[in-house]
Nanobody
């Protein structure tokens, strides 16, 4: 139901943009977000956006560097990642939740996309 793309290899200080497209209409109206999992670490919340008013929320570690947005006409959510750091290296997962309040924790997620690898070299 969720297709993530846009990962890759970038040098520190560079930028990448991830995309997440919803293939089912009912999922398209869910709040969406991004999680990431670095090697040897637990999966963590990165950013989220509500479906209707575009309310956003970010993890402290990415505030001011990452921007989440959505194009409801295309049923797609984006994560613009700027000033990337080596510690941003992880597999990034797109996620959807029926309620924005449930988006920040794994137990609140209704749908997961396959991960996309982001590697930031120093």
């Amino acid at each position: 139901q969720l297709q993530a793309s846009g990962g890759g290899l970038v040098q520190a200080g560079g930028s990448l943009r991830l995309s997440c497209a919803a293939s089912l209409r009912n999922v398209a109206i869910y709040s969406k977000g991004w999680f990431r999992q670095a090697p040897g670490k637990e999966r963590e919340f990165v950013a989220g956006i509500s479906w209707n008013v575009g309310r956003t929320y970010y993890a402290d570690s990415v505030k001011g560097r990452f921007t989440i947005s959505r194009d409801n006409a295309k049923d797609t959510v984006y994560l613009q990642m700027n000033t990337l750091k080596p510690e941003d290296t992880a597999v990034y997962y797109c996620a959807a939740a029926a309620a924005f309040s449930r988006l920040r924790a794994e137990y609140g997620i209704d749908y997961w996309g396959k991960g996309t690898q982001v590697t930031v070299s120093s």
